[in-house]
């Protein structure tokens, strides 16, 4: 047994030598954020993966930022974005945060689409005290507790589940609510908004039915649906989703007053991949029109055909710009003397903030920026009807 | 070069002074990684050591029983949830936790053990890779785990909070050292293993299971014995990779995942340790860092949209990186079949007997 | 419980999922190779057709005779390419083959095509619908997969049973190397064995595409259940995984009427419990192996 004698000698003075760092360790610093000729700020999205159509809000927020280099930059520094695939997985999300962070060093995040990719790099994020604006996911763990260095733009799914319902059970005179959410956050949290808002009216939804992100077959899904005579039907799921279920229930021939979020409200595409079934279905909005002759919005459109022609203007797309819009107008809001500080002062500053998205109101206290939601609805070949603008929701909980 | 005089000379940790001294010059090289890094590489080899960890434990079953197994995200997850779980619900200590979270699933891997003992090939297959959804899905179908939402891991306290011991890791470095430590131990097991009676039985199984059998091989200790051992090491590895995202949901460990395991042990040499632990690295690194920003690879980068202008869309690029991996799995295959292993002994041999 | 519109909706899945897993068990009989990029194939094949329908404005059929041709040849053209070279590959090194190739033609096509998803239609619409027994919706979609699944189950197995090249397939997969030695050119069986499994899986993934949506991802699922069904029905017997699909397709369905929160994992516990008591599915023979 001679070799192996040895060998613990040398493992056990390893493993002695390994504990020291435990005990001394030392801290690096960060690279800074930005210097005197640029701001680096990033943005992680799926570009690859099942969740890969949702990545067109990473690609544009670079169109805004692009646009902003062109008129000359921010006191005399250009924005560089940078953009990072994360394939929707937290781990990846995890990677590529520390590397922008620690390897090339960046102020500021934007968007960033995906609660748990979100949630994973939260505490790291505001450990480091980098800021980010505008998640691309509505998820309470964000803003609530505020935290110091973050501030999300999109309404939550709560208020916009209660919003809708409101609008189907008193515009639409509709009794009979059914409901199709995507067993996740996203849909659990529109479940509540929906639930909480009929509780007011001492009603109950007649069937609520849950879709896993991995279902592709939904006919006994909406089967449950048709037996319970659903009038409408509200929708927290994905695009793939709310097709394959337009579809599956033409084939078997129930045609309720479809009702869905946000998430769904990109119509050329909805309209494109149902074909044509989307016409009628009603949704909520968080930005203007896509056609919108806000002079903002026809400066974006512009823009994007000349930078990013093999785009297609789609609601993901603008997101992009509107979930980016609010710290381009905090920087310069800073002026020269930039530094973390100054730049979430200036953040806490944004009040009643319109552009093309909702209204932004954030302070010391508040960080979820937006209460409000438009409602929508598809008119022939994917165009849009502006059926209800900007309304808050009157049960909200969080505002009090 | 490789004759064995003595049955001792088999299974010495160290063949010759030659590989003991590069074995310590690279510990000594891993020991010393931090202090010359940015953190963001170290966190970058905290993923890279858990997936050795747990490649070396799926080769355990792959490379030397012969068993397929589509299935280790789901030990992986069981390793993450369990010990979270247990560490935040019964504040049971760290080292306590991970390793009743490992025990977990290697029972978990002795019941998917149980059909393996009639089931081969694609039956395992579709049998293991049913198993890791099944799990996935009820995992995330149980509230007290955050269901879909996902959970967050609990502060990573390596001392006995009952004994008032407290020494709580924060950064990555700290973990890196942990990790470290788990993963030259579990490693080394792993190689232990193979050199006693329980591995040689392992690999009789895999050239002959009938054969194994009449030489008096148990096949139900040792096949269900086989997917424990490497739900263990995968629920080792899980319980800290859990610490290292700090936040994970079902879908983390997701069916992809399986064949990324699968693909850094075929890859790295089936049935060597060192051929797992160079597929896991090179894998890893792959996935998370070089093929990441294609566009960003002086000149290769301009070619790529160069063509990606001409034929492809832009937006698409980033999928190079899947292409990539799955031209690698085609090429090992066809032209190493034992992997970057084989490819270093090939290598060894010619330098050695060089030039002729 | 709406019995007769669940038994409609499952048969008409579980019928694609059938005709779909016959792809993966040409392949399995001669060459035992399980196909994991039967997915993929049939997922760029759709696209093939996508692209032609929307960019060069082509009708239909012909569309559908070029995507037909192309099918093929990428079937055999993976063959040649992917699994010729691999010298006496193990088990695991085809199923790792596949698994590369699938990777491979996933991120061509989200390459190529983007990761949107895309609108896909055949001919047979399933908005028009009839209804001959009340309950019972019956449309166009359904009717079609019932119709190509019942010709391709007849001609498949008369092909097997009776024609030359049905036979040298079956006895390659017997005895490679037998097979060889009688005369039979091994490796074009193979290559046509791929062509014509990625014939029918282009077919199967155009049903697929056209009840739910056009992405890269989108034959990952049913290529799933699919095999499962084909493991069901034993891998071996094409009338038998023709019944394993429509045993998935109705198990899904049903159950997924009562519990919809576990409807996607019920295909798999229904597969693992079915495989500990039958190894080798319901309608095949268990072959002992021989030492």
């Not at chain 1, 302070?363 to 409602?375: F, L, N, P, T, V």
């Not at chain 2, 997917?227 to 990779?241: E, M, N, P, R």
Request: net charge positive.
């Amino acid at each position: 047994m001679k070799f192996s004698r040895r060998s613990l000698f040398v493992f056990t003075v390893l493993v002695a030598f390994m504990l020291i760092p435990f005990l001394a360790h030392a801290q690096r610093s960060l690279p800074p954020g930005f210097d005197d000729n640029e701001i680096r700020i990033g943005q992680w999205g799926p570009q690859t993966g099942p969740a890969a159509p949702w990545g067109s809000v990473a690609r544009g927020s670079k169109l805004l930022f692009d646009l902003v280099n062109e008129e000359g930059g921010i006191h005399g520094r250009k924005i560089r974005y940078i953009m990072r695939d994360d394939m929707y997985n937290p781990a990846q999300t995890v990677a590529v945060v520390k590397e922008l962070v620690e390897r090339v060093g960046v102020l500021a995040f934007v968007g960033g689409v995906g609660s748990a990719t979100g949630m994973a790099v939260k505490d790291y994020l505001a450990a480091n005290k980098i800021v980010w604006v505008g998640p691309a996911a509505a998820d309470d763990g964000f803003v609530f507790p505020v935290n110091p260095y973050l501030f999300a733009v999109y309404p939550l799914y709560k208020d916009e589940g209660s919003i809708l319902t409101k609008y189907i059970v008193d515009k639409l005179n509709m009794k009979k609510i059914g409901m199709l959410y995507q067993n996740d956050s996203y849909g659990k949290d529109g479940l509540e908004g929906v639930k909480s808002r009929l509780a007011t009216y001492r009603m109950k939804l007649v069937a609520e039915v849950p879709i896993e992100p991995t279902d592709k077959d939904l006919a006994s899904q909406i089967l449950i649906l048709k037996n319970a005579g659903a009038e409408a039907v509200v929708m927290f799921v994905s695009p793939s989703h709310a097709a394959i279920a337009l579809r599956t229930s033409a084939t078997i021939g129930f045609k309720p007053q479809w009702v869905s979020s946000n998430t769904l409200s990109d119509y050329p595409l909805m309209f494109r991949i149902t074909g044509g079934l989307w016409e009628g279905v009603i949704t909520g909005a968080f930005g203007e029109l896509p056609d919108s002759m806000h002079p903002l919005m026809v400066k974006y459109r512009e823009a994007a055909k000349r930078l990013a022609p093999g785009e297609r203007w789609g609601v993901f797309y603008y997101a992009g710009i509107l979930f980016a819009d609010p710290i381009v107008e905090a920087l310069k809001r800073v002026g020269r003397n930039l530094s973390t500080e100054a730049l979430v002062k200036a953040l806490n500053s944004i009040q009643k903030y319109h552009t093309i998205g909702p209204l932004i109101n954030w302070s010391e206290r508040q960080h979820q920026g937006s209460d409000a939601i438009q409602i929508q609805k598809c008119g022939p070949n994917g165009s849009y009807i502006l059926l209800q603008d900007w309304t808050a929701n009157d049960l909200a909980t969080w505002k009090k | 070069m490789d004759m064995k005089r003595d049955y001792y000379e088999d299974i010495a940790l160290f063949k010759s002074n030659v590989v003991l001294f590069w074995t310590v010059v690279l510990l000594l090289f891993l020991f010393a990684f931090p202090f010359f890094v940015s953190n963001y590489y170290i966190y970058l080899f905290n993923v890279i050591m858990v997936h050795v960890i747990l490649a070396v434990g799926l080769n355990i079953l792959v490379g030397s029983t012969g068993q397929i197994s589509l299935g280790h995200a789901g030990f992986f997850a069981i390793g993450a949830y369990g010990t979270a779980v247990l560490m935040t619900s019964l504040q049971v200590p760290f080292f306590l936790a991970i390793l009743i979270a490992a025990f977990i699933a290697a029972f978990f891997g002795f019941l998917l053990g149980l059909p393996a003992l009639r089931l081969d090939g694609p039956y395992l297959a579709i049998a293991s890779l049913g198993f890791g959804m099944t799990l996935m899905h009820i995992i995330g179908g149980i509230e007290a785990f955050g269901g879909r939402m996902g959970m967050k891991a609990p502060l990573l306290d390596i001392g006995v909070k009952q004994f008032g011991l407290q020494w709580i890791l924060q950064t990555d470095t700290e973990k890196y050292y942990l990790i470290l430590i788990f993963t030259v131990f579990f490693v080394v097991v792993a190689r232990n293993i193979l050199k006693t009676r329980v591995g040689r039985s392992f690999v009789a199984i895999r050239d002959s299971d009938i054969a194994a059998e009449v030489i008096g091989v148990n096949l139900t200790i040792y096949k269900t014995m086989a997917f424990a051992v490497s739900a263990f090491y995968a629920g080792i590895a899980g319980g800290l990779y859990g610490f290292i995202l700090g936040f994970f949901d079902p879908f983390t460990f997701n069916m992809l995942l399986s064949i990324i395991f699968l693909v850094m042990v075929v890859v790295g040499g089936l049935g060597t340790i060192q051929g797992s632990v160079m597929g896991a690295v090179l894998i890893t690194y792959l996935q998370f860092d070089l093929l990441k920003n294609v566009a960003d690879v002086p000149y290769f980068g301009a070619l790529m949209i160069y063509i990606s202008n001409l034929w492809f869309t832009t937006i698409g690029l980033e999928n190079f990186s899947s292409i990539a991996i799955g031209l690698i799995m085609i090429g090992i295959i066809i032209f190493e079949p034992l992997g970057m292993f084989g490819a270093w002994i090939r290598m060894k041999k010619y330098w050695m007997t060089w030039p002729f | 419980m709406p019995v007769g519109q669940l038994l409609v909706e499952g048969l008409a899945i579980g019928a694609c999922y059938g005709f779909f897993a016959i792809a993966v068990v040409i392949i399995y009989k001669t060459s035992e190779v399980i196909n994991f990029s039967q997915g993929g194939m049939a997922m760029i094949s759709a696209y093939v057709a996508f692209h032609i329908l929307t960019v060069y404005q082509y009708p239909f059929w012909l569309a559908f005779i070029i995507t037909m041709i192309f099918a093929i040849l990428l079937g055999v053209l993976i063959e040649y390419c992917f699994l010729r070279p691999a010298k006496h590959p193990s088990i695991l090194g085809l199923i790792v083959i596949t698994l590369g190739a699938e990777m491979f033609l996933v991120g061509l096509a989200s390459w190529k095509w983007g990761a949107e998803q895309q609108y896909f239609n055949l001919p047979f619409d399933q908005s028009v619908t009839y209804e001959p027994v009340p309950g019972m919706v019956m449309n166009n979609w359904a009717l079609a997969v019932f119709v190509v699944a019942i010709i391709l189950m007849t001609f498949l197995f008369v092909f097997f049973k009776y024609t030359k090249l049905g036979v040298a397939m079956r006895a390659t997969q017997q005895n490679k190397h037998a097979a060889k030695i009688m005369g039979i050119r091994t490796e074009r069986v193979f290559a046509f064995a791929w062509g014509l499994s990625s014939l029918l899986g282009a077919v199967a993934g155009m049903f697929f595409a056209s009840r739910a949506v056009l992405d890269p991802t989108y034959m990952m699922e049913p290529y799933m259940r699919a095999f499962a069904g084909a493991v069901l029905g034993g891998l071996m017997s094409i009338p038998g995984v023709i019944i394993g699909g429509l045993l998935m397709g109705l198990i899904e369905n049903f159950f997924g009427f009562v519990y919809p929160h576990w409807k996607p994992i019920i295909a798999f516990v229904v597969i693992i419990l079915v495989l500990c008591i039958r190894p080798s599915g319901l309608f095949a023979k268990h072959y002992v192996k021989k030492v």
